[in-house]
């Protein structure tokens, strides 16, 4: 017979979510890459395409929710200001075997997909039969953040667990 405690416990903290790039950088020079080819096939500067393409207070984003704020337009003011960027653009290429150049890239990572999307974690202990006991973890995030945290979902007169193992097939949503 197993007999068992639980709490209910309320903390302060935000939810939990992935946010450390992952696929992201590739996706996004892609993705930049093509605005600055679609830039020169209009004959417009790359930061001037980019700011009739900003995001303006009011608007909404990917899950409804209106921007209350949006500095990028500033942002880009600023940015090209610090880097004399309509000078630096008139200098790139040049002669010889090596070239200069210079780019401006802008990207919203989950912007506004709060409270719409939530990247949130469940997990199930499961207490077999012979005493052991199995961690099901799913979560938002992916290796190897959240791994080392697992240990810790368990009571603490429970044996150090022999082995870890990842699994697609069985774990909560």
């Known amino acids: 017979m197993c007999t068992s405690r639980a709490y209910c416990v309320y903390t302060n903290t935000p939810i939990a979510g992935a946010f450390r790039g992952y696929g992201a950088p590739q996706a996004y020079f892609a993705l930049e890459s093509q605005m600055d080819a679609i830039a020169g096939k209009l004959g417009i500067d790359p930061i001037e395409l ?65 409270p719409a999307v939530k990247e949130a974690a469940g997990a199930i202990v499961s207490i077999n039969e012979d005493g052991t006991a199995q961690l099901l973890v799913g979560s938002a995030d992916l290796e190897p953040a959240p791994k080392p945290c697992w240990p810790k979902l368990r009571p603490r007169n429970w044996a150090s667990p022999s082995s870890t193992s990842g699994s697609c097939r069985a774990t909560p949503t």
């Open 50 to 114: 980019r700011l009739r393409n900003a995001f303006q207070v009011g608007d909404r984003g990917s899950s409804g929710t209106p921007f209350t704020s949006c500095k990028l337009p500033d942002c880009l003011h600023q940015g090209a200001a610090l880097i004399d960027w309509n000078d630096l653009r008139a200098r790139r290429g040049g002669a010889g075997p090596i070239k200069h150049g210079v780019g401006v890239a802008c990207q919203l990572h989950s912007a506004t997909s709060y």
